[in-house]
């Protein structure tokens, strides 16, 4: 069992910078890939980027490639979202998730745990 709680959202202006955080609680996490999703509104959920239970093993959306950067402590059970040069298409709800596959899944059906999700607004 893991539980996420995503923070760090907010309102920045376009070609600013956030860095959101998914804190988790449960044995598990250390074992578990992480994927950060988005959902915009009247859009369906999608697949930002994604990092392997070790760290080692990122994939990223072409959407946010060079702009988006994961990481994760597992020491501090927590995964970061570095998010540079903001564009206001990148306003969304976004979701921090939970999986024990050893690949990072691009599909949300992939995942066992979802956050609540942080609202991320960039304005123009």
């Known amino acids: 069992q893991v539980q996420l709680e995503e923070s760090g959202g907010g309102l920045v202006q376009a070609g600013g910078s956030l860095r959101l955080s998914c804190a988790a609680s449960?044995?598990?996490?250390?074992?578990?890939?992480i994927g950060w999703f988005r959902q915009a509104p009247g859009k369906e959920r999608e697949f930002v980027v994604g990092?392997?239970?070790?760290?080692?093993?990122?994939l990223y959306a072409d959407s946010v490639k060079g702009r988006f950067t994961i990481s994760r402590d597992n020491a501090k059970n927590t995964v970061y979202l570095e998010m540079n040069s903001l564009q206001p298409e990148d306003t969304a709800v976004y979701y921090c998730?939970?999986?024990?596959?050893?690949?990072?899944?691009?599909?949300?059906?992939?995942?066992?745990?979802w956050g609540q999700g942080t609202q991320v607004t960039v304005s123009s």
């Open positions: 449960g044995r598990t996490f250390s074992s578990s890939a």
């Open positions: 998730a939970a999986t024990p596959l050893l690949r990072v899944p691009r599909a949300s059906a992939g995942y066992n745990y």
């Open positions: 990092i392997s239970w070790r760290g080692g093993s990122t």
